[in-house]
């Protein structure tokens, strides 16, 4: 064989799926997942993998809020990330044309295959499906890679918290973006 042969290589599978039950297998990959993005620094607020019977509590109580909506990304099957949107709690009327992307991580083992990309994008189609008008997401400064995908995917920052998070490092500051959703491109709250 001559010359890079890689290019011929089959490109891995990958799909993202909107989820409302986990199998035994698919629990276990998604806290497999989850324990690899926490110890890599991605941990959707712990610093430490917490002990696996509270990661299986964390994702079945995901499914049971009515507000949440739980996406999974699949490399050859395997869970490998989620994401999740948020809905504004019913007795917010005021933003209830809002919603929250939240909880989004994609295994180190995993990245480099556009599923942080299409995590996103299926959370964000769903959200203008359910008639929501604006995105809203925050994320910590150290995640350079998922700021430049927010950024590159039209998500415009706004503000930003000096003491955001706490990590083994001091303060972090977070960083707070919005998608305007809506169909005719005007600014909510435009008269």
């Known amino acids: 064989m001559t010359g890079d042969q890689s290019q011929f290589a089959p490109q891995p599978v990958t799909a993202v799926e909107h989820i409302t039950e986990l199998s035994a297998g698919d629990l276990n990959d998604l806290c497999d997942a989850a324990e690899a993005a926490i110890i890599d620094g991605g941990g959707f607020g712990w610093l430490t993998p917490p002990p696996r019977e509270t990661l299986e509590a964390y994702w079945?109580?995901?499914?049971?809020?009515?507000?949440?909506?739980?996406?999974?990304?699949?490399?050859?099957?395997v869970i490998a990330g989620s994401s999740q949107l948020h809905r504004p709690p019913r007795n917010n009327e005021a933003q209830s044309f809002a919603c929250q992307f939240t909880t989004s991580f994609?295994?180190?083992?995993?990245?480099?295959?556009?599923?942080?990309?299409?995590?996103?994008?299926?959370?964000?189609?769903?959200?203008?499906?359910?008639?929501?008008?604006?995105?809203?997401?925050?994320?910590?400064?150290?995640?350079?890679?998922?700021?430049?995908?927010?950024?590159?995917?039209?998500?415009?920052?706004?503000?930003?918290?000096?003491?955001?998070?706490r990590t083994r490092d001091g303060f972090v500051r977070g960083l707070y973006y919005f998608k305007n959703l809506s169909i005719s491109g005007t600014e909510p709250g435009a008269s």
């Not at 809020?65 to 739980?70: A, E, T, Y």
């Not at 769903?126 to 998922?146: C, M, S």
């Open 106 to 165: 994609v295994a180190p083992w995993a990245r480099g295959h556009g599923l942080a990309r299409d995590l996103t994008q299926i959370a964000e189609d769903h959200a203008r499906e359910l008639g929501f008008e604006v995105l809203n997401l925050d994320v910590r400064e150290t995640q350079r890679a998922a700021i430049r995908l927010y950024e590159a995917l039209g998500f415009q920052k706004f503000g930003e918290h000096p003491y955001y998070a």
């Open 60 to 77: 079945r109580g995901t499914l049971l809020i009515p507000d949440r909506v739980l996406f999974v990304g699949r490399l050859e099957g």
